[in-house]
């Protein structure tokens, strides 16, 4: 199963979603840095975050579709593909996984 990662502040997820990394690399210049940063995991298409894609995460980006940040129903959960609205794109996210549930 495809899972995606994001790092957002916003989203409140269940404790399991959540997991610290060590980041390493170089920065532009060749300046070794290090750090670590909490990781928050969850499936394409589970909007709610509650571990399986049904028709709640359907209704979810139904009920904010249209919408975009400063609008009465923006919904940050309900934009699966973070571009910034509410569309069919991110309708077809969750219509693509719809019936996938973490094992
Ligand atoms: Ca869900
Ligand atoms: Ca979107």
Known sequence: MKR???WDKWRCLPKRHYAKRALTGQLH???PFEASAVIAVRMPGDVNCDGKVNVKDAYIVAYAFGECPGRPRWNPLADENEDGKVDVKDYYIV???YGEFEP
């Open 95 to 97: 219509c693509k996984h």
């Open 29 to 31: 210049d060749g300046t």
């Open 4 to 6: 995606c990662a994001r």
